[in-house]
């Protein structure tokens, strides 16, 4: 039998391991999905605090990895992706990584960043020699291992690691890893990489440029946002030069984990529920209205939010329009954390009109579970929106989402016509409170008149496919191009 094809997969976090955000969720099922479907993909990430270190195997050794004045000692642990046999490695050292937080306290960063995912991003190479494993592809993600595809490209040129083609993957543009010029000696390339085609973005070291100029191919999270990070609009001034590599840059979108977000089956809501027999929704949404100290009412629609409070969840422009919108004859419940001035409204917001809009400020996942189960409509009136999760999670439970046409948003949710009764939610393009106003106020319209039309929304939405399969099958096509662009041949299986 033929060697499959060889993946490293290098993260910054995996959940079940480590979380911030939608990274965590793609590297927990993406190598799953493609360990199904033969790749012999392996996962790096740091040792962090909060990781139960003792179920974790010792591999015997150190990483060696050169750093700042000299190098740095780390030691390798490893275990599986729960579910699976995907080997997943953790860097060990402990000056790195054994703090409270992943990158820093809330709104700040730890100040050796810089160095701390250099040893990550150099160390997941040093790994695979010391393993004697030398992958065809290695997948970077975000700005924390973007120095992967300039190490390649340099330290490891000559050296084995060389052929292996890069992929590097935007789950955000907005960070980009950037610091002080001075910081480029503590990774180890020499300063002829400081200048503008490599590492140099306007008199700052930019990580996320570096990835972008140096690897194979590049993705991102959906169709939408590949274009749109091409645009000034959303290119956060790399916009030029993603344009400029647009043929090497693909949009693929997340999938869902489609076992812990299903209606049928969710430990976390009051009645199961599927697209043929929809009965326990209802029942969801008493129960939510009763959770949320709201009239338990059946004729009045009930609209839910979950996320981050941020401005890139347009939270801000909503909150100009939420007043408004609770003149209307419907209930809205809203889970968040995020900006304390957002928070500060919401919290007063729900003091002054308690009867019909609930705000809790705080993380509670089972929570999360429940608003997508017992709602209508979920409002996500994002800014920028990479791929987005929630929206694929109101889908599939037949809660249809009402939301901006921006990047994942837009390649994942089909407009209502009115016509054919045909869509699977409500879209607006504009950001700006009387779009959402409006469009909020559309959704209650058809709600209130025509009912068919919302059933039948709710089984086309609930029928929609987000699995991570079909996602699985797209970075395979990737990877084996980016394997073919790097050798110059066909990977031969
Ligand atoms: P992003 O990754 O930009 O925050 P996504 O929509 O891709 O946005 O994913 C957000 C994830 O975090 C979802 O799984 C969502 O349910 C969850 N989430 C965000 N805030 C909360 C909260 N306060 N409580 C529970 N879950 C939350």
Request: with cysteine; aromatic share 12%; charged share 20%.
């Amino acid at each position: 039998m033929a060697a499959p094809l060889k993946v490293l997969f290098v993260t910054s976090e995996c959940a079940p391991f480590a979380k911030t955000g939608g990274l965590a969720d793609v590297a927990g099922a993406l190598p799953k999905a493609l360990a199904g479907r033969g790749i012999d993909v392996r996962v790096v990430m740091p040792l962090y605090a909060g990781i139960d270190w003792n179920s974790l195997e010792v591999l015997e050794g150190t990483v060696v990895v050169p750093v700042a004045h000299g190098r740095a000692y780390g030691g390798v642990r490893m275990g599986t992706l729960p579910g699976s046999r995907v080997p997943i490695y953790f860097l060990d050292h402990r000056g790195y990584f054994d703090r409270p937080f992943l990158y820093g306290p809330p709104q700040e960063a730890y100040g050796d960043n810089l160095e701390r995912f250099t040893f990550l991003s150099r160390g997941a190479l040093e790994l695979c020699k010391a393993l004697a494993w030398i992958p065809d592809v290695i997948h970077a993600n975000d700005w924390q291992t973007a120095l992967v595809p300039g190490f390649l490209n340099t330290v490891e040129w000559a050296q084995p690691l060389h052929g292996a083609a890069s992929i590097y993957t935007i789950h955000n543009l907005a960070y980009q890893g950037v610091f002080d010029g001075g910081a480029l000696w503590l990774t180890g390339l020499g300063w002829e990489h400081y200048k503008p085609e490599e590492f140099e973005h306007f008199g700052a070291l930019n990580l996320t440029k570096g990835a972008i100029i140096h690897s194979t191919l590049l993705s991102t999270v959906s169709p939408t946002y590949a274009r749109e990070i091409q645009t000034a609009a959303f290119g956060y001034g790399l916009d030029g030069l993603l344009a400029g590599r647009g043929d090497d840059l693909i949009g693929l979108l997340n999938g869902i984990d489609a076992h812990e977000w299903d209606p049928g089956t969710d430990p976390y809501i009051a009645a199961h529920y599927s697209r043929l027999d929809m009965g326990g929704k209802a029942e969801c949404k008493a129960a939510l209205q009763r959770e949320a100290g709201l009239p338990v009412r059946d004729d009045v629609p009930l609209f839910g939010l979950v996320g981050r409070l941020t401005s890139q969840k347009g939270i801000d422009v909503l909150a100009q329009a939420l007043e408004g919108l609770l003149n209307l004859d419907l209930q809205f419940v809203l889970l968040g954390t995020g900006d304390p001035e957002a928070e500060a409204y919401l919290r007063w917001l729900d003091s002054v009109r308690g009867d019909r809009f609930r705000a809790w400020l705080h993380f509670d996942n089972g929570r999360a579970h429940r608003i997508e189960a017992g709602c209508d409509f979920f409002v996500m009136p994002s800014r920028y929106e990479p791929c987005g999760l929630n929206q694929l999670y109101s889908l599939r439970y037949g809660t249809l989402p009402v939301v901006r046409a921006t990047g994942g948003l837009a390649d994942t949710v089909n407009n209502y016509d009115e016509l054919t009764g045909s869509g699977t939610g409500f879209i607006f393009h504009d950001l700006n409170p009387g779009a959402i106003y409006d469009t909020v106020g559309w959704a209650l319209a058809t709600w209130y008149q025509r009912p068919a039309h919302i059933k039948a929304m709710q089984e086309l939405a609930m029928a929609q496919d987000f699995s991570w399969e079909h996602s699985a099958y797209e970075y395979e096509q990737l990877y084996l191009r980016a394997y073919e662009r790097r050798r110059g041949h066909p990977f031969a299986e």
